[in-house]
């Protein structure tokens, strides 16, 4: 009995979980292998340089420069957000009195 209900499981999961490995997993994949190539798009033999592009980004002080400002708004966006949203709240809230 409960292996036809683990078939039944399956079959309704077997095609978002292809679907999900095919537009999320495998562009996750694909950018990974090019992370360690030197390929720009034009050629059809990428070279392999290994960590050589991530020692070149972490030695590049406009990255850096562009993590501080993503810190920078990692933390202030939801926290404007918030207040903008509690502030809204309370102006609906007043307002029947």
């Known amino acids: 009995m409960n292996y036809g209900r683990m078939r039944f499981v399956t079959g ?14 495998a562009p996750y994949a694909q950018a990974f292998y090019i992370a360690f190539t030197d390929w720009r798009g034009v050629n059809a033999n990428p070279r392999l340089v290994g960590l ?21 708004l990692l933390i202030l966006m939801p926290l404007l957000t918030i207040g903008i949203a509690l502030f809204f709240a309370f102006l609906l809230n007043a307002g029947g009195r």
């Not at 050589?52 to 920078?72: C, M, P, S, T």
């Open 12 to 25: 309704f999961l077997a095609i978002p979980v292809a679907l999900y490995v095919i537009y999320v997993i």
């Open 52 to 72: 050589e592009n991530f020692q070149r980004l972490f030695d590049d002080n406009v990255f850096w420069k562009a993590v501080g400002h993503n810190l920078i």
